[in-house]
């Protein structure tokens, strides 16, 4: 096989799993759980095709819904931050505009936790880990203050206010405006990097 046919091959491999998945982000929307037979006749890829890259419904759900967040958050740029804050400023610059991007697309959000919860065996890998390196890359310019251990220690608190958990809370728990959850998370990012700070 030529390196031209191997790299069609692989090209061709792309379009079909990409194919698949919006044809399951096409049912989700839809408020249906897809199996593999019926995103693979939505897509009109033969299902015995479909299942070589989905054995599971809840596997290809889940990568349907990941894929989409993947490039939410590949939109959300940090250049706004202002060049002269300090690293509370930077933490509470870096929480809103994650949280105003998963408020954006709340209802994607909220379907990736309905399929990660209710679809019974967890992911294969912890799937925190692209929130954990987009807060690392956006904070690098001011993380230099901190030890590593205190770095890790900010990091896994910030994540706690960059998902679709923090608007369930804060929206559906405490009652707050779209508003009022931004000023909030950005106050709770300030007093925590405070605390690694002393601490």
């Known amino acids: 096989m030529s390196s031209q046919e191997g790299f069609e091959r692989v090209a061709q491999k792309q379009r079909t799993r990409a194919a698949l998945l919006q044809a399951a982000r096409e049912?989700?929307?839809?408020?249906k759980h897809p199996t593999v037979a019926e995103?693979?006749?939505r897509a009109k890829i033969s299902r015995a095709t479909a299942y070589r890259y989905f054995s599971a419904p809840e596997t290809m759900a889940q990568e349907a819904v990941l894929d989409a967040i993947?490039?939410?958050f590949a939109d959300v740029h940090f250049r706004g931050a202002p060049p002269d804050a300090d690293l509370a400023g930077r933490a509470a610059f870096v929480v809103a505009a994650i949280l105003r991007m998963v408020i954006a697309n709340?209802?994607?959000f909220r379907t990736?936790?309905?399929v990660s919860v209710g679809g019974g065996a967890r992911p294969a890998a912890p799937r925190g880990g692209r929130r954990l390196g987009w807060i690392r890359e956006a904070l690098a310019p001011r993380l230099g203050d901190l030890d590593s251990a205190r770095q890790e220690r900010l990091v896994t608190g910030l994540a706690l206010l960059t998902g679709i958990e923090t608007i369930i809370v804060l929206r559906d728990v405490c009652g707050l405006r779209e508003d009022a959850i931004e000023a909030t998370a950005r106050d709770?990012?300030?007093?925590l990097?405070?605390?690694v700070m002393a601490g």
């Open 27 to 31: 049912w989700l929307a839809e408020g």
């Open 39 to 41: 995103a693979a006749d």
């Open 70 to 72: 993947a490039k939410e």
């Open 106 to 108: 709340e209802a994607l």
């Open 112 to 114: 990736f936790l309905s």
């Open 188 to 191: 709770l990012a300030q007093t």
């Open 193 to 195: 990097v405070a605390g």
